[in-house]
Each structure stands twice: as structure tokens, then as C-alpha cells.
């Protein structure tokens, strides 16, 4: 509810005006002279202040001036009886957002409150994207002293604002469309969209529908024209995350987007130009790929103008105590948890473990633990085993007993310990736990109700990466 105060010597405007804007659903407070305005403002805030300018002890103009210094964030609104044309100049030259003459329409305050809050409401909104952008834009906030994210870091900074295609390469939880905000929020093109697409979300028909858009009736459903992904990143930046997941057929429309950057929505006729910066990435070996037919090797070397590999976190051991304060940081602040330290014996084994999830494993692990734990300092208890110690070996028998084995109860245990350790891999997104197993969803999903193994207990996904 906005704050609204209203300042008068005359009692009876100071009551009509809070009677009225109260029932407005405005929250509204009243004083009578600048001094008792200026003191309520400073100790209860306010969003708008409306003012008379001629008062006893502080006018209006000085109350004006003294609320630009101690309150610059509150908008002030003048009114008078006697305000002369110079005045009323002298107020909004000084800082005031308008001013009303008595007497004056109920509506027009109304309107003139109504104005401010929505001009207030969006420079809080432009600030705070602004952080935001700063945040995004800094890609030395991202976490790294390993000689390898050096490097990476110091390519991105030198090819941030070229205008060249990026292929940006690493295993799955390694930070890849965090590199590429950094790209795109350290070129020229930082004021426009950076759209990201997970090309392996989708099937190929609604993939192509969205990257290229469509027209109305050019397949059932298509009730209206629809622009794609890229005319909205135009004059932008577009992340076609796991672009090895495409179909060839959607890599030939890609190639021509890349070639003429233009492209034609789903069942149109017309060219449409598109000015847009093409980052892609992908945790495959595309040259693999190519060699079985699966990617175009036209395309893989329009991409691959500007190479960036992300390293997996265990070939930068020593970046792992780094992420982990990082991220015990990170989630005090989000959990309003008060975790002073992680302990010497902790960063040990986190800097031993092999981190198949990358950073994305490390943060969900950190979080788990923060959450969790009634301790000031991080011990070994307070994570969970598997993840410290080192992987255990499938429960193979060197040799069949003389009495024999269930084959069927040995098979199932190792189907299970697999299953489970996929789902642990990817924090239990099924979709890429079935991939890494080389299964499609439907049976995947299936030997998950075979063994009823469901998710016991995660914590909300992390909003940002750290690399």
C-alpha cells in the first residue's frame, strides 16, 4: 500500500484530502507545518508527499529541498492558493514532480498520484534491473582461480563484444549458459534480449515453431501468427543450448539462419531479417557427431568460429574450496541459515570427490547441507556419504558360488544402484538420468515404479550457476 502524506497549516484540507485518497486504498499520514513532515518522512518514509508551499516554520519549497537530501527516493507534490506562475516554476525546477492550484478537482490528485507511483514503480523496476544487468554483466563474479578458468575467462573477455558465432563446449553442470550471459552482457548488445533455448526440450515440430515462429493455419492449433525465439532476440544475443540434440532437419534451417541471417516462420512466405549474435552449446563431441552422420559439418564449422571448453570441476581442484564458501554464503543469505565455516576435513574431501555434476552437483550438495544442519561449522556428518566417499564398485562376484546365485535378485540390485546414481548425477531430472543410461523416458520411468524409487527430499533448483 503506497504512503502517501499530506502537509497544511489548514486542518480541514489535511482531514478532506486523507478522508478521500483513504478510500482510494492509499495509506495516509498528516502534518501541519514542514518540520513535523520533514520528521516523519525521515523516521516513517513516505512515497509521495503532498505539500502546501506557503506554511509557518518550513514552506513547502524548503520542505522541498530538505526531503531531496534526506529523502531522495519520496516524490513531492506542491499545492497553493497563491502560487504565481514563477513559483509553481521554481518548485518543479527544483525537483517537484507537479504542483495543484486550490482549488482544485479531487481527480486531478487522483490522477496525479497515480502518475507518480507508476513513474516511482518503474524506476524501482530500472534499478533493480540495472543491479541485475551489473550482476549478470560481471563475469569476474564468476568463481575461479584455476589456471584453466583463466583462461576462459580472459577469451571471454576478449571476444565478448565480437560479433563472431560461439560454440561453448563442457559437461552438463559446468556453468555453460553462465559464460554466454557473460558474453552477452559484456557486448554492445547488453540492452537487448539474450533469449536462451534448450534445443533437447522439445520435439523437432514445436522446437522449429518456436525458434522460427509461425503463421496462422499453418498447422493444427495455429490460431494466430506467432514470432520464434529468434526474431525476439533480435538485436540480441540467442543460447541454443544442446544444440547436438537437433535433428538434421532443423540444423539445415539453422545453417541458413547462420548463412543469411534471416529467417521464414513456419508455414510463411516471407523472409524476415534477424540481427541477432548466435551462442551455442552442448555437452556432445560434435566431431563424434559428424562421423555418425548426426550433425552437419557445415554447420559445426559456421558455430565453431569462437571455441570456448568449460573444464569439469575435478581438472580445477583447487576452484572447489572457492565455490564452497561461495556457496555456504549464498545460502545463509537465501535459507536465513547463520553457518559460520566449513571445516578443514570437509574441504578435504570435497576437494577428493569426483564431481561428476560438476558445479551444479557441488552447489546442490552445499545447499542440502546448509539446510539441514543445526551446526555453526560444516563437518563430514553433515553430508551425504556417497557423496564423499568414493564410488563403491558394482556388487559383481568374482566367481558363482558352488550353491549358486539369483541372477534375476543380482541383476535388479545393480539396475537399481545405477538408476539411483543417475538421478544423484543430474539431481534427479529424469529426462538426463535416462540419456546418461542410454534409455528413452518411457522406460526409464517405468523401472523407477519397478523398484518405486521417488524423490525423498530436495531442496528448491538453485537460481545461478557459479562456474
Request: charged fraction near 30%; glycine fraction near 4%.
Amino acid at each position: 500500500m503506497s504512503q502517501i502524506l499530506i502537509v497544511d497549516n489548514e486542518k480541514s484540507m489535511r482531514d478532506f484530502l486523507s478522508i478521500v485518497l483513504k478510500k482510494e486504498g492509499y495509506d495516509c499520514k498528516t502534518a501541519e507545518d514542514g518540520e513535523q513532515a520533514l520528521s516523519l518522512v525521515e523516521n516513517e518514509g513516505a512515497d509521495v508527499v503532498i505539500t502546501d508551499i506557503k506554511m509557518p516554520k518550513m514552506n513547502g519549497l524548503s520542505l522541498l529541498r530538505a526531503l531531496k537530501e534526506s529523502a531522495p527516493e519520496t516524490a513531492t507534490v506542491m499545492m497553493t492558493a497563491f502560487a504565481s506562475t514563477e513559483t509553481a516554476i521554481q518548485a518543479m525546477k527544483e525537483g517537484a514532480y507537479d504542483y495543484l492550484t486550490k482549488p482544485f478537482q479531487i481527480d486531478e490528485v487522483k490522477l496525479i498520484l497515480k502518475n507518480v507511483l507508476e513513474r516511482k514503480t518503474l524506476r524501482q523496476e530500472n534499478s533493480q534491473l540495472r543491479r541485475e544487468l551489473k550482476t549478470k554483466s560481471d563475469f569476474r563474479q564468476i568463481i575461479g582461480k584455476s589456471h584453466k578458468m583463466r583462461q576462459v575467462l580472459d577469451l571471454v573477455e576478449k571476444v565478448a563484444d565480437n560479433k563472431s558465432n560461439v560454440l561453448i563446449t563442457g559437461e552438463s553442470g559446468t556453468g555453460k549458459e553462465m559464460i554466454a550471459r557473460a558474453i552477452h552482457y559484456n557486448s554492445s548488445r547488453k540492452d537487448h534480449a539474450f533469449v536462451t533455448v534448450n534445443c533437447s526440450a522439445l520435439p523437432e515440430n514445436l522446437l522449429e515453431s518456436e525458434l522460427f515462429g509461425h503463421v496462422k493455419g499453418s498447422f493444427t492449433g495455429a490460431i494466430g501468427n506467432k514470432p520464434g525465439l529468434f526474431e525476439t532476440a533480435d538485436k540480441g544475443s540467442i543460447l541454443l543450448d544442446e544444440i547436438g540434440e537437433t535433428s538434421l532437419a532443423i540444423q539445415v534451417k539453422l545453417l541458413r539462419v547462420l548463412q543469411e541471417r534471416e529467417i521464414r516462420r513456419v508455414g510463411g512466405t516471407k523472409d524476415i531479417k534477424v540481427d541477432i549474435r548466435i551462442i551455442a552449446a552442448t555437452n556432445k563431441n560434435l566431431e563424434d557427431l559428424i562421423a555418425e552422420g548426426k550433425f552437419r559439418e557445415d554447420l559445426y564449422y559456421r558455430l565453431d568460429v569462437i571455441p570456448i571448453h568449460l573444464p569439469p570441476l575435478r581438472e580445477r581442484a583447487e576452484d572447489v574450496s572457492l565455490l564452497a564458501h561461495y556457496f555456504l554464503e549464498k545460502f545463509n543469505d537465501k535459507l536465513d541459515k547463520k553457518v559460520e565455516a566449513i571445516s578443514p576435513e570437509v574441504i578435504r574431501l570435497l576437494t577428493q570427490h569426483e564431481w561428476k555434476g560438476n558445479v551444479r552437483e557441488l552447489e546442490n550438495v552445499l545447499e542440502r547441507a546448509v539446510a539441514l544442519t543445526s551446526n555453526s561449522v560444516l563437518s563430514p556428518d553433515d553430508f551425504r556419504v556417497h557423496f564423499l566417499k568414493p564410488q563403491q564398485n558394482i556388487p559383481v562376484p568374482a566367481a558363482i558360488p558352488e550353491e549358486g546365485l539369483d541372477l534375476e535378485k543380482l541383476i535388479e540390485t545393480i539396475e537399481k544402484e545405477l538408476l539411483l546414481k543417475a538421478l544423484e548425477e543430474t539431481r534427479w531430472v529424469k529426462k538426463e538420468a535416462a540419456k546418461r543410461l542410454h534409455l528413452n523416458f518411457r522406460s526409464f520411468r517405468y523401472r523407477l515404479a519397478k523398484y518405486g524409487i521417488h524423490r525423498q527430499q530436495e531442496n528448491s533448483s538453485p537460481d545461478q550457476l557459479a562456474c
